[in-house]
């Protein structure tokens, strides 16, 4: 069974400063990985991906993520953290050999920017 | 850009009744899933659905929740007799999962409240 960690449930960060967002996953096969943003009242709306192509990924937003399979982790990171990232951030995980494979999430971590 | 639709976006029920949750998933998209998030927990996964059968479904999917595809463009989540503790947002997704899609798109969600 697949699952992912996400240590931490509140980070809070001055604006400026380096945010990471930590996530370890547990999988029996190779994975997908995600990493998906919940602002307030909205929907889930996908930041970046890993499908076992280049190990760090970038996405929207200047955040990035790398994939280290050694440490089964995926963290997530920004070097400089803007007021507008303020949100709840989730890591998923899937399973690449299934075609109708679901994603299975973690419990979340919300990021708070100070000012 | 495609998207995938989700309405209402807020529905209120009494506990006992039936609710509809409806969703259009994206148009050459096979694969559909229907997931909830309980105000302030993770998203989980509640059933996927594929070639007009459900995939998967979790232990939350009991015989209280059916899904549909009645028209080859809508995909439905129905409980039959809601109680208080199925307030959550509901989020539909889709996906194609074929070469170069790795990922599911997600609709903004529907906030069911039952009173």
């Known amino acids: 069974a697949q699952s992912v960690t996400q240590l931490g449930s509140h980070v809070s960060v001055s604006e400026g400063a380096l945010v990471l967002l930590r996530c370890n996953y547990s999988?029996?096969?190779?994975?997908?990985l995600f990493w998906y943003v919940q602002y307030p009242n909205q929907g889930l709306q996908l930041l970046l991906k890993y499908t076992s192509a280049a190990t760090l990924v970038k996405g929207i937003n200047g955040f990035e993520a790398e994939f280290k399979k050694s440490e089964t982790s995926f963290h997530l990171t920004k070097p400089s953290a803007h007021m507008s990232d303020a949100a709840e951030y989730f890591c998923a995980v899937s399973d690449p050999g299934s075609s109708a494979s679901k994603i299975i999430f973690g419990s979340g971590t919300r990021l708070s920017i100070r000012p | 850009e495609p998207e995938v639709t989700q309405t209402p976006s807020h529905q209120v029920t009494q506990m006992g009744q039936e609710v509809i949750l409806r969703c259009v998933p994206i148009s050459n998209h096979l694969y559909f899933y229907w997931y909830r998030q309980i105000l302030g927990q993770k998203v989980e996964f509640l059933v996927s659905?594929?070639?007009?059968?459900?995939?998967?479904k979790s232990e939350i999917f009991d015989d209280q929740f059916s899904v549909e595809r009645p028209d080859g463009s809508n995909f439905t989540l129905k409980i039959r007799s809601t109680k208080l503790e199925d307030s959550a947002m509901y989020f539909c997704a889709s996906s194609s999962f074929g070469e170069g899609n790795t990922e599911a798109f997600f609709g903004q969600g529907t906030r069911l409240t039952v009173v």
């Open positions: 999988s029996s096969v190779p994975p997908y």
């Open positions: 659905f594929y070639n007009n059968e459900i995939s998967e």
